[in-house]
């Protein structure tokens, strides 16, 4: 089994183009539930039924697991079953017309603009990090990118001069996204006055350097925006995924169209994007329930 889910991998990483979070995702699904197999007595794929997926949900969901995990192990289960007949490892695949769970669709927090105001002024000092967080939390904001993107980007993915950024997304998929004034300003200063003084011989090309002179990780960008969200007196929690749902909340709010939001946030399907306009709608509504005389 263990065999099969790595040329599962090697066929989603090679064919597919799948990032590397989303290919540990679809590996730890698949090691979990091939080791419930395991546990049922059932030593290859071919034994497995479609009781067996149902029963392995079933116990995902009294240990409480979030529809939204049930539906996701089933899309993995899903895959892999299909992978196994397209390449004639297995005859049948027990896993159709099974139904995906319903999921319950939460609408995605997002920061006020004065909120993220206060976020983004957040860093003040001289430091070659405070340089560097300014860049980054004006960057996110500016273009509403993953967090992933984010400390990805290399020196060549930015054209100051002509104020965009090139951007690989899911599935090597690259978008061109521009860049506002503000963001080219923290940008510039940070590449003038913060960068030189964190880069180390041999650093690599990455556009955002740790203490280290490496490319900054996501874990490490994610202490940044927490520091500076505490420090700016924001009690929600933040992720730096909430600046991305900012991002593109207030560009509906004001007036920008469906579908270049969509393209700026790399969505394949416009239906993902369209979650936005209900957390507009939401806004409007409670405005509308603090303000108006007879509400």
Known sequence: MDMLIDQFSHFLAVEKGLSTNTLESYQHDLVMYTAYLNEQGICNMEESTRSHIVGYLLMLQEKGRATSTLSRNLASIRAFYQFLVRDRYLNNDP????????????????????????????????????????????????????????VSLQFGDINLEMGFLKCMGKGSKERIIPLGSIAITAIRTYLEKGRPHLVKAGTDQAL????????????GFWKIIKKHALEAGIQSDITPHTLRHSFATHLLENGADLRSVQEMLGHADISTTQIYTHVTKTRIKDVYAKTHPRA
């Open 208 to 219: 955002f350097l740790n203490h280290l002179g490496k490319q900054i990780t996501r874990q």
């Open 95 to 150: 896993s159709i017309h099974l139904e995906t769970p319903k999921i319950e669709k939460r609408l995605p927090k997002v920061l006020s603009v004065e909120q993220v105001e206060r976020l983004l002024d957040g860093p003040q000092g001289t430091s070659p990090n405070s340089y560097r967080d300014k860049a980054m939390l004006e960057l996110l904001y500016a273009t509403g990118i993953r967090v992933s993107e984010l």
